[in-house]
C-alpha cells in the first residue's frame, strides 16, 4: 500500500530498556540482523511513505537518529522520558494535520505488515475515536487487559494495567498490545487530560481508552492472529527467543520458495537475506545482512556471507567467510577462502584453499587455487594464479594497484609489488619477485641466482663438531 493522506504513523522509540541491564537503547538491540526498530519502521513503510512515519527518540536520542536515518522518517524528541502519552503529546504538532494516526512500539519486531494494515481497515470501517491491536499469549502476566463492554463484543470500556487488576480481572486474558488507531481530532482534544494518577506513576497512552469512552466515543479492539507478533522483550532471553522464531520463520519462508536448508535450526539466516530456488544450504551456514543468492547454488558447512550478490550455480564449500562482495554464475569458492570487501569474482572463476582477495576483481575463468593473497588487484580472464602468490599492495602509508592482463600465468610464491602491471599472457615464473611491469607475452623472472657449493654441508657439520 502506498502513501496514505488520511494516516501517519508513530513509533515509541524512547525508553531506555532498564530491564535488559543494557547501555545500548532498547529499541537497537537486534534480532535477524537489525535493530528491533528497523524491523518495525519496515512493516510501517509497507503502510506508508517513510516521510509519514515519525519516531519518538529519547534515550540515547543520537544513536537511534544515526542507526535508523537512512530509511528516511522523521524524528520527534521526547527530552524526558514522562510515559507514552507524553511521547504523544512531544509529537502533537507533528502528527496535527493527519486525520488518523497509528501508534507502534519501536520495541516489538514481529508485528507483521499485514496485521497493522489489517488495525487500519477495521480502524476506518468501525468509525472508531481508538482501535486497540490486542493479544492472547498463553501467560498474559505483565501486560495491561482489555475490559470489553460484554465478551462478545468489539467495544472496550477500559485498558487496565496489572497493577490496577481487581481480583476479578485477574482472569482476564487479552492483553494490550501497546499498538492503536486513532482519529487524531479526538485524541488531541483528550491529550492534555492525561496524568500520572495510575499504577504506573507515568503519562500513559492506554488511559486514552477510558477518557474517550466517557466522552462517548467508540473504543475497539481486533486481536491479531498470533500473540507472538506484538510481544516485545523485556529481557535478553526473551530478545533471543523473538530472534529464534523469527529465524525459524525466515528459514520457512525460503523453503516454502524452493531453496533447500538442511538442519534449518543449525543456520543463522538473517530477516532481509533472500535466496532464489533450488539453491541449497547445507548445516551451520550463516546469511547475514541484505545477502543475496541466486539459483542452483550450494552453499557447504560451516559458511559465513554477509551483505554479498551471488549469481546462479555457485559453490561456496566448507568454512569459506565472504563479506560485502559479488560472485558470478559458476564461481567456485573455498574451501577456507576469505572474499574481504570490495572482491568481484567473475563467472566460472575460481577461489581455492586459504586464498584471501580484497578490492580484488578477478575475471571470468581466472583461478587462484591455493595459499595465495590478492588485495587491490585486476586479474583478466583466464589467468592462472599459483600457489603463494601475493600482491604486495600497501606500502606502509598507501595502497597500489596490481593489474594482470587475461591468459597470464603467475608462478607459485612469486611476490608482485605494486604499483605494477603484468600484460596479457605473460608468464611470470615461480618465486620470482617482481618490481618492473612485465610486457603482453613475455616471461618475468626475479630470482636471486642458485649456487651450489659441493661438500659445503659436511664441512660445516665438521667445524660445529670442533666448537
Known amino acids: 500500500m502506498g502513501s496514505n493522506s488520511k494516516l501517519a504513523m508513530v513509533i515509541m522509540a524512547a525508553g531506555k530498556g532498564t530491564r535488559l541491564k543494557s547501555q545500548r537503547p532498547k529499541v537497537l538491540h537486534e534480532i535477524g540482523g537489525k535493530p528491533l526498530l528497523a524491523h518495525v519502521i519496515a512493516a510501517a513503510s509497507r503502510i506508508v511513505a517513510p516521510a ?34 507524553h ?41 472508531a475515536a481508538m482501535t ?15 475490559v470489553r463492554q460484554s465478551p462478545n463484543s468489539s467495544e472496550v470500556e477500559a485498558i487496565v494495567e496489572q497493577k490496577a487488576l481487581s481480583a476479578a480481572q485477574q482472569g482476564i486474558g487479552e492483553i494490550n498490545s501497546g499498538i492503536y488507531a486513532f482519529q487524531t481530532a479526538p485524541l488531541l482534544a483528550h491529550l492534555d487530560k492525561l496524568t500520572a494518577d495510575n499504577a504506573n506513576k507515568e503519562v500513559i497512552l492506554t488511559d486514552m481508552a477510558g477518557l474517550l469512552c466517557a466522552a462517548g466515543q467508540r473504543v475497539v ?21 523473538l530472534d529464534a522464531t523469527l529465524r525459524a520463520a525466515t528459514a520457512n519462508r525460503l523453503m516454502a520458495q524452493g531453496v533447500t536448508i538442511f538442519r534449518p535450526e543449525t543456520c543463522v539466516i538473517d530477516a532481509d537475506a533472500e535466496v532464489a530456488a533450488d539453491t541449497v544450504i547445507e548445516p551451520f551456514v550463516q546469511l547475514l545482512g541484505r545477502t543475496r543468492i541466486g539459483g ?37 569458492i573455498g574451501p577456507f577462502a ?36 590478492l588485495g587491490d588487484a585486476e586479474v583478466g580472464e583466464r589467468t592462472n594464479i599459483g600457489a603463494g ?30 604499483p605494477v602491471e603484468v600484460g596479457d599472457g605473460a608468464y611470470v615464473g615461480a618465486g620470482s619477485c617482481i618490481t618492473h611491469n612485465v610486457p603482453a607475452g613475455a616471461l618475468a623472472v626475479g630470482r636471486a641466482r642458485q649456487f651450489i657449493k659441493e661438500g659445503w654441508a659436511a664441512a660445516r657439520r665438521a667445524l660445529r663438531q670442533k666448537e
Open 389 to 418: 602468490v601475493i600482491t604486495c599492495n600497501y606500502d606502509g602509508v598507501h595502497k597500489h594497484k596490481t593489474s594482470i592482463g587475461k591468459d597470464a600465468f603467475i608462478g607459485s610464491d612469486s611476490t608482485l609489488v605494486a
Open 132 to 146: 486497540i491491536l490486542t493479544a492472547a499469549p498463553d501467560d498474559p502476566t505483565g501486560y495491561g487487559r482489555i
Open 296 to 332: 542452483d547454488c550450494r552453499i557447504r558447512s560451516y559458511s559465513v556471507i554477509e551483505n554479498c550478490t551471488l549469481g546462479r550455480g555457485v559453490l561456496v564449500r566448507q568454512s569459506c567467510v565472504l563479506a560485502e562482495s559479488t560472485v558470478a554464475d559458476g564461481a567456485k
Open 52 to 85: 509519514e512515519i515519525f519516531v519518538v527518540i529519547g534515550h540515547h536520542a543520537e544513536k537511534v537518529r544515526a542507526a535508523v536515518a537512512s530509511t528516511g522518517v522523521s524524528f520527534v524528541e521526547q527530552t524526558e522520558q514522562l510515559g507514552t502519552g
Open 221 to 241: 479492539a481486533i486481536q491479531a492472529a498470533e500473540a507472538i507478533e506484538v510481544l516485545g522483550a523485556n529481557t535478553i532471553a526473551e530478545l533471543v527467543a
Open 338 to 373: 576469505h572474499l574481504r570487501p570490495g572482491s568481484e569474482i567473475g563467472e566460472d572463476a575460481h577461489v581455492g584453499n586459504f586464498v584471501e582477495t580484497k578490492k580484488t576483481r578477478l575475471g571470468k575463468g581466472a583461478k587462484a587455487n591455493h595459499l595465495t593473497y
Open 87 to 127: 511521547a504523544i503529546q512531544c509529537a502533537r504538532e507533528a502528527i496535527a494535520g493527519y486525520e488518523n494516526i497509528l501508534v507502534l512500539s519501536g520495541d516489538v519486531p514481529l508485528i507483521r505488515s499485514e496485521t497493522i494494515e489489517q488495525l487500519w481497515s477495521i480502524h476506518q470501517a468501525e468509525q
